[in-house]
Nanobody, 126 residues
């Protein structure tokens, strides 16, 4: 089992920045990848960014590429999401997730991620 706890959400004006954190505990050595997802009211959960827990490549959704950066500090068992140049459409609940195997529908698809945090709200205003 892996437990995930997100923090760092809040309210920010458009153009501003936030950094989300996800503290992982439990069987973290068993994870294959970790990711950030988000879900806005009335919309499906969508992938934001992901990274292999063993190091290596990171992947970003087109709508955040160049603005968001995902990073993993294995020593602290903490996943981060640095969000810059925030837009109104970035408003959503942001979730941290971990997969124990390669997600079958792609690294940025929620299917296959079997551990989830409770979410942290990000609100961007004009």
């Amino acid at each position: 089992q892996v437990q995930l706890v997100e923090s760092g959400g809040g309210s920010v004006q458009a153009g501003g920045s936030l950094r989300l954190s996800c503290a992982a505990s439990g069987d973290t050595y068993s994870t294959y990848s970790m990711a950030w997802f988000r879900q806005a009211p009335g919309k499906e959960r969508e992938g934001v960014a992901t990274t292999y827990t063993g190091g290596g490549s990171t992947y970003y959704a087109d709508y955040v590429k160049g603005r968001f950066t995902i990073s993993l500090d294995n020593a602290k068992n903490t996943l981060y999401l640095q969000m810059n140049s925030l837009k109104l459409e970035d408003t959503a609940m942001y979730y941290c997730a971990a997969a124990q195997r390669a997600p079958p529908q792609g690294m940025l698809h929620p299917v296959g991620y079997n551990f989830w945090g409770q979410g942290t709200q990000v609100t961007v205003s004009s």
